[in-house]
């Protein structure tokens, strides 16, 4: 049924799964069109334009190579169902984690006290849309 509704995204049993899952998620329940596959830096864009880095995690830290215009982050529960970890501008998280060591792929890796400084930043408007 996924397949069949997103086919852009491939549902891999490999570590693109719960990236797919995510967006496939995002698509469902926030107001934003998928980017084409392989769309480099960006993963969605809003009515509005903007572009969105859409990361989505089992535990409760995602990694970043660099900052996004918005970061939509996830974290999947086991039931299916997601809790919004953030939803705003990039810079707000970029902030907190670019003087951290990138690991040997480039990630920084944003923990939960760097997502709650950052959350505290966002504005009125900054956010992507839910849907209704």
Known sequence: ??????T??????????????????AAEAYSVTLAPPNTKDFDATDDSGRKIQIR????NNIGLRKSPELLLAL????????DEIYNGPGE???KEIKWKKPDSNGYRFVSQA?????????RQGEQIAKRI
């Open 92 to 94: 707000y998280i970029w």
């Open 75 to 82: 974290r999947l529960k086991p039931n299916g169902d997601f």
């Open 114 to 122: 760097n997502f709650a400084t950052a959350k505290g930043k966002i």
């Open 56 to 59: 989505t995690t089992q535990t």
């Open 1 to 6: 049924m996924l397949r069949s509704a997103y």
């Open 8 to 25: 852009s995204l491939k549902f891999t049993p490999d570590g693109k799964l719960v990236g797919d899952l995510g967006e496939a998620l």
